[in-house]
């Protein structure tokens, strides 16, 4: 059987994969499961709580009713939180003492696709095991609680203006007198997102905050900086931030248009912990995906970077086994472990403009730290992503690494979120990286087909 679960909970396309029997059954057998390892178990005999945020799809509607269906029938009392990031999810699990958060989105992903994240008491995202045991109990026989021991269902209303409170929180200095552009991806951010910028001190330009239910992600947010762009350039701002449909991740624009990307933004982190003290053993989490760029230009500053596989999850389990306090993706999934228990593109937004504020420096300077080696990524579509190890394949990519040498890099991975191969090459030109990375795409096309 094909694992529902990808590196970002389960993902497919809404009313197709993603079913609202599904979502029940789901939502279920996680009850069952976290009853079991004690993260739902309450030795005083009361229900158990979970939390359940959206982003602003039509379908998470629908997906809503059901997971909610699926927990209450299993005894768990549920707090709606409406639409709110993950990030605000993953919080309020905390703040609320819930044992269990769930938010219904796809991230980045087109409209007509959708999600399921869970998260473990303290906004913790459930690791690799819990998910698999998830899975095995799918659709089981099990005693349903009848009469009073069913879950109860209220709206939580607070949750926007607490989030918005513990981001402010995080600040030592105000954003006064920055001008600056957010784009909410027409998602889970469009009225938290402006109102914590405000709240820190900023003026506050936003676009792609009016959701219809219809439009996320449509064009704009983190994976369409155009409108970004220009938007920057229009209103003279001194720099713009770009979330995704669910605002877990953020990649800035700077006063010229300029994209700074999520190494970019890690290193102008970094730098800014290592001068207060507080970057824990000089260490810095990234993925494999990161450019070489950014390594030299950390190590040059004395700081160590730690690589592991692509996805948020695997940046949070090394920051959590190795005590750091500061991990992320080039996408800009940006993880601050003192104030976050997963990447909060709101909250590296602040934290960049708090920079800027406090050094007078302009985010191109800021992100002038590294130089980054021209990369390319090609996403091959319709091929069995489950057989990258194919001889002739690995063999083809070990004869371009031999010709790159130490002045670049290949990486081929299958996509933990969508039906693809991803195709990544370093090289001392864009040309190159460019002729390499299409060389090895027609590979994968040729030997993974479907």
Known sequence: MTRLFGTDGVRGLAN???????????????????????????????RPVAVVGRDTRVSGQFLEAAVVAGLASAGVDVLLLGVLPTPAVAHLTDA??????VMLSASHNPMPDNGIKFLSRGG?????????????????????????????????????????????????????GLTLV????????????????????????AIHASPDGLNINDGCGSTHLGPLRAAVLAHGADAGFALDGDADRCLAVDASGEVVDGDQILAILALALKESGELDGDTVVATVMS???????????????????????????????????LGGEQSGHVIMSRHATTGDGLLTALH????????????????????????????????????TDDDVLQAAVAEEQGRLGETGRILLRASGTEALVRVMVEAPTSEEAQAVAARLAEVVRARLSL
């Not at 957010?182 to 330009?205: F, K, M, T």
């Open 16 to 46: 197709g994969v993603l079913t609202a029997e599904l979502a029940l059954d789901l939502s279920v057998a996680a009850a069952h499961v976290l009853a079991e390892t004690g993260e739902l178990s309450h030795v005083d005999g009361s």
């Open 182 to 205: 957010v784009d909410c991806a027409e998602g889970a951010a469009s009225e938290v997102g402006p109102a914590a910028l405000r709240a820190a001190g900023a003026e506050v330009v």
């Open 96 to 101: 609320l003492d819930a044992d269990l958060g």
């Open 352 to 387: 960049v403009a708090q920079r800027m504020a406090t050094t007078g420096a302009t985010l191109a300077e800021l992100a002038g730290v590294m130089t980054r080696l021209p990369q390319v990524l090609v996403n091959v579509p319709g091929v069995d992503k489950t057989r």
């Open 291 to 325: 450019n070489l760029g950014f390594v030299q230009a950390l190590r040059s500053h004395g700081i160590d970077v730690a690589a592991t596989a692509v996805g948020d999850r695997y940046v949070l389990e090394e920051m959590g086994a190795s005590k750091r306090v």
């Open 124 to 176: 913790v995202k459930l690791d690799d095991a819990v998910e698999r045991a998830i899975e095995a109990r799918l659709r089981e026989p099990w005693q349903r609680p009848t009469g009073g021991a069913v879950g109860r269902v209220s709206t939580y209303p607070l949750g926007h203006e607490q989030y918005v409170a513990h981001l402010a929180s995080t600040l030592t200095s105000p954003l006064a």
